[in-house]
């Protein structure tokens, strides 16, 4: 908490704990970082409404309509609260803390002092001193300790869920007083934690807490009789289901600063027309919830070994990665930013972190040890979900980031070339040189020539009384391209290393264009289409081909997603053009065709 409070002084953002991952780590670490704090997220909120169902209807079967319309039902209401404004959800998480603060003392307090006594003026203690005793099941100090080290593992959920407030953080009129206000949080919460704790053991007989489910109901019902344990099952329930309250909001905010950076489709960013909430971001962790929450329903249904545990301690696991990275931004910042204001600063910068991130790997260590194949499999289960993130940052690198680009071009340039017919097949390049008409004689320019495929046809079509320009970023490429076309005495091809601006130096201008998948990665299309425009003659012939929808699920870049864009932007270059989208196997062309106009 301490570490987290300078962390939110210091970099007050909306992008919370993302945020602060990618101040310390780059692109690659804050990917990792958001990645790796949404999945924990999302796990968790389906892990708390299925906890919330198992509770709420406690004699239903694990699969049984009953808790599965249960659960859909607070999927939807909890990220639909999201989507129409923080404002709601914000005041959904106060009523949630509020009820669970009551339930809480409603639990602990006739533990200690009997109600119903008092009402009969009779002065009881429920509290019984030999429930205590043993208090340690298991016998020697290494084993003792082994189970405790499991146990505090089995409860570092407690810890999960300061970085909340950091993605509010911004919004706060005084963030500087957020740290008093997160210790006198802590201080109280630990205090009613640690009561409550304390009634329970004394008010539950060990073998209810081993065999029962509920143990607080159990609890309810020794002191406050039936009626008693039904009012805190329904608090309880309403507890749980609050744990869950926060996430949509928090979860839509961290996807939406990713877009913002880049390092998540932009899509996920845009706002709502009349809610201003970013509505795609909080759809699609309701899709994710909802696989989730599918996976713990497949497990019981297949028989998995307690698995609610197993997706618990994946859970768990994320979480603990998540706060070793949050911990390490602490020093890595106070080295990167020695002279940024810190109004709060936390004691032992270097060593407070770096003791944490010991002691949570003493924990992992010895469940590996109490649990080996289970905690293995455990962990290479967590670890596996989080290289799923890999294909989706290599794609928006592709997409945003130019030297990224680059070096990918120059990586991929064999695997182009074998899988060239795939990706651009005859027909498709029939269609592109039946746009551009009768090229016999003409001055063509190919903007990203790719290995020479084209190139070698638009040569054959020109004619020696003809002329092509080619370009194309990647050096590798435009060797192969150069040795492709060598036959061909009327072919120049150059590289042109730029995704922001073209800057070609053509000793004439061109009667045509015609360009493939270079459109996509223009990091500022209308610079480059515009300075395209000054290469071409009036009525020149211009053919654009690229890519988009993915797996018909994967969009491109934002501005490609609409036909009316696109032909804005080609006009305020000088181009009239219409669009042509064509499906295909697993995508979808994007063929853009027209002619310079008229001076």
């Avoid at 159990?218 to 406050?224: G, L, W």
């Avoid at 998995?304 to 890595?332: C, E, K």
């Amino acid at each position: 908490m301490l570490y987290m409070s300078e962390l939110i002084t210091a970099y007050p953002t909306s992008g919370g704990t993302y945020e602060f991952c990618k101040l310390a780590y780059g692109r690659f670490g804050s990917f990792m970082g958001g990645w790796v704090i949404w999945l924990a997220g999302n796990l968790g909120m389906a892990l708390n409404v299925q906890a919330a169902a198992e509770y709420f209807l406690p004699s239903a079967a694990v699969t049984s309509i009953a808790r599965i319309v249960f659960v859909i039902l607070w999927i939807v209401v909890l990220n639909a609260l999201a989507f129409k404004g923080v404002d709601a959800g914000a005041t959904m998480l106060v009523i949630f803390g509020i009820i669970a603060t009551l339930v809480l003392l409603f639990m602990t307090l006739p533990s200690f002092i009997s109600i119903p006594g008092l009402l009969e003026s009779r002065f009881e203690v429920p509290f019984q001193k030999s429930f205590l005793i043993p208090f340690f099941q298991q016998e020697g100090m290494w084993s003792i300790l082994a189970y405790f080290g499991l146990s505090l593992l089995y409860i570092t959920e407690a810890f999960f869920g300061y970085e909340t407030i950091s993605y509010m953080a911004n919004e706060v009129a005084k963030p500087k007083q957020i740290p008093k206000l997160l210790l006198i949080t802590i201080i109280s919460c630990g205090i009613l934690t640690s009561l409550y704790v304390l009634s329970s053991l004394g008010t539950v007989s060990y073998h209810d807490y081993v065999n029962d489910a509920r143990p607080f109901i159990v609890q309810a019902k020794n002191v406050m009789g039936t009626m008693g344990a039904k009012i805190v099952e329904f608090g309880m329930y309403l507890v749980i289901i609050g744990a869950a309250a926060g996430w949509p909001i928090t979860g839509s905010r961290l996807l939406q600063a990713m877009a913002q950076d880049k390092l998540f489709p932009p899509q996920f960013g845009e706002p709502h027309k009349k809610f201003k909430t970013p509505y795609k971001a909080v759809i699609f962790q309701s899709i994710a919830v909802f696989f989730f929450w599918g996976l713990l329903l497949w497990g019981y249904t297949h028989k998995w070994n307690n698995t609610y545990l197993r997706l618990y301690l994946i859970y768990v696991v994320w979480g603990l990665i998540s706060l070793t990275l949050i911990l390490l931004a602490v020093p890595i910042l106070r080295r990167k930013h020695p002279d940024k204001e810190r109004s709060f600063k936390a004691p032992l910068p270097w060593l407070g972190p770096l003791f944490i991130i010991t002691y949570i790997c003493i924990l992992l260590i010895n469940w590996y040890f109490i649990e080996g194949v289970i905690a293995t499999a455990t962990i290479r289960i967590g670890l596996s979900f989080l290289l799923l993130g890999l294909p989706l940052y290599l794609l928006v690198e592709m997409t945003y980031n130019p030297s990224a680009i680059l070096k990918a071009n120059e990586w991929l340039s064999y695997i182009v070339l074998i899988g060239e017919k795939i990706f651009f097949p005859y027909s498709i390049r029939n269609t592109l040189l039946k746009d551009m008409g009768d090229i016999t004689g003409k001055k063509i320019f190919e903007y990203g020539s790719s290995m020479g495929t084209l190139t070698n046809k638009l040569a054959e079509k020109v004619g020696p009384t003809g002329k092509i320009y080619g370009a194309d970023i990647s050096l590798h490429k435009v060797k192969i391209a150069k040795e492709k076309t060598a036959h061909h005495a009327h072919v120049q091809i150059i590289h042109h290393p730029h995704l922001d601006d073209l800057r070609l130096e053509l000793p004439e201008k061109v009667d045509g264009v015609i360009s493939v998948g270079m459109l996509s990665y223009m990091q500022n299309p209308q610079k480059i289409l515009t300075s395209l425009a000054n290469h071409v003659n009036p009525g020149g012939e211009i053919v654009f081909l690229d890519y988009d929808k993915f797996f018909y699920v994967i969009p491109n870049v934002p501005w490609m997603s609409s036909d009316k864009n696109l032909i804005d932007m080609f006009a305020k270059a000088g181009f009239d053009v219409q669009i042509e989208r064509k499906n295909s196997l697993l995508w979808q062309y994007i063929i853009i065709s027209g002619k310079k106009r008229e001076e």
